[in-house]
């Protein structure tokens, strides 16, 4: 073997190898689910959310990064039967003076710290993300304990994301802005439950865009 052989064996070599310790997956919108739950002083009501895309990076079998575009404009009202009362809370949701979807159609949630937990028991939360979520063209810091899973071919993750609103403008009946509301208040805190998985790593390469 000759010395130009040798070399580009063995960059070669080095690609795979590099490959095989970090790779960058897109996210199964099909097999994955968003909801959410929003409480008042007399009662709660929830929903779902449709993930536009997501990409998540995995080095060294551990999670590295990550980044999910949520569509606004797909809010749906789940724990209302009767028809008109369930659209008229839809609409309520989508108007300005909540999410604003008109002029804020997409929310990004994006971390670069993934941190395994240790001496967890068995089914319990075991990484904790840090990150940022851009609501409303506004973004803050965010962070949440989360139960991954991790294997040659692909991950999982579920867990529950909690969002204080009023960073994000959202002061609807909100008693930090509004007095007098008594049992007509919102509570500023509302909650997103989240299961998602990435597509096999073996498969074709992401052709997603995850800035969309």
Do not use: C
């Amino acid at each position: 073997m000759n010395k130009s052989v040798q070399i580009i064996s063995v960059a070669f070599i080095t690609l795979v190898l590099s490959l095989s310790a970090f790779a960058s997956t897109s996210i199964d919108v099909k097999k994955s689910s968003v909801e959410w739950l929003g409480k008042k002083v007399t009662g709660e009501h929830s929903g779902s959310l449709d993930l536009i895309n997501g990409v998540v990076t995995i080095e060294k079998g551990e999670i590295k990064s990550g980044r999910f575009v949520l569509d606004m404009t797909s809010i749906k009202v789940l724990d209302i039967k009767d028809e008109k009362w369930n659209k008229k809370l839809e609409k309520h949701l989508k108007d300005d003076d909540f999410f604003g979807v008109n002029y804020y159609p997409k929310a990004v949630f994006e971390f670069n710290v993934a941190a395994p937990l240790e001496n967890v028991k068995e089914g319990e939360p075991n990484y904790h993300f840090k990150g940022d979520l851009t609501l409303k063209g506004i973004t803050h810091a965010l962070e949440f304990d989360a139960f991954v899973e991790l294997n040659k071919t692909r991950a999982r993750a579920s867990g529950q994301i909690i969002v204080d609103r009023t960073k994000y403008n959202l002061r609807y009946k909100s008693n930090k802005f509004f007095d007098g509301l008594g049992d007509k208040a919102i509570y500023d805190e509302f909650f997103i439950t989240f299961s998602v998985q990435t597509r096999k790593i073996s498969e074709a390469p992401n052709t997603e865009n995850p800035s969309k």
